[in-house]
């Protein structure tokens, strides 16, 4: 028997099955971007090295140091082929931007002088934070969205995200505009990131379905986010396991009709979720 020739034979058939076994499938031809929030910037490399196995193309990442760690981490992500976005977010910058500004100052100031350099800018500002949401619902959001359409105005030259919750719904006015308030969200800002937190494939598209059909009408690009922290049960992958998890998201892209991006919150939980 010629044992060289069946080497080569079944070599490709052996890695194959091996790859398959090792690195899970989350995403098909529909879903064209695969991200996750990465909020502490103290993770080892495994951290950045499970990323890569697993196919995410880009990260969202806080820290605002600006130094030489932080271009450090960017030209590591970009060895992997993986983009990475600046995420910062306080409820606080919509009635008083100040604090935003210095920062989004000395992000401009780290792009200009560095080689390895962020995307864009991920805003994870969430109004319903504010201590006071429950009063003053309609103008927080109000504040809020005037707040993400002056940033947009004001910083033409980056590309901005944002996070938002599946239930912005709320129809209110601005710039002349009366419409619900998700829909100023998916006009104003270049990707938005649907808080789409259910554990089902179902539950996911049902919380998502209206901010998906919207922005299929005016040619945006949409992202659906899945949890993996701990938080309540119908909220989170957390009580399941890895293997739910992506044979939930396969369900998932059956039942979108658009090319859509998918989300996982975040790093540090996801590695730590159980395999099956």
Known sequence: MNYKLLFVLILPVLFLALTSCSTPIVLNDKS??????????SLDYSFLEFAH???IDEIYYCDSSFDADTESFIQKSNALGINVYFLCGEYQWIENRDSFDSLISCYIEFQKNHTYIFEGVHLDVEPHQHPQF??????????????ILQTTSNYPNIKFDADIPFWLDDIITVDGQTKEAYKFLIDY????????????????????????????????MLFLGV????????????????????????KLYNLVDYNYGLSIHHIKSWYELKSD
Do not use: H, P
């Open 53 to 55: 196995e697993n196919g």
């Open 134 to 147: 429950e009063q003053r619902r309609t103008e927080l959001i109000i504040e809020y969205i005037n707040f």
């Open 189 to 220: 800002c270049n990707r938005t990131f649907i808080m789409s937190y259910r554990d089902t494939a179902q539950g996911i598209y049902d919380v998502a379905k209206d901010e998906l059909e919207y922005a299929k009408t005016v040619n945006k």
């Open 32 to 41: 064209a971007v695969q991200g996750v929030w990465w909020w502490d910037d």
């Open 227 to 250: 949890e993996t922290g701990d938080e309540e049960d119908v909220v989170t992958f957390a009580q399941e396991n890895k293997k739910y998890m992506y044979d939930e998201l396969k």
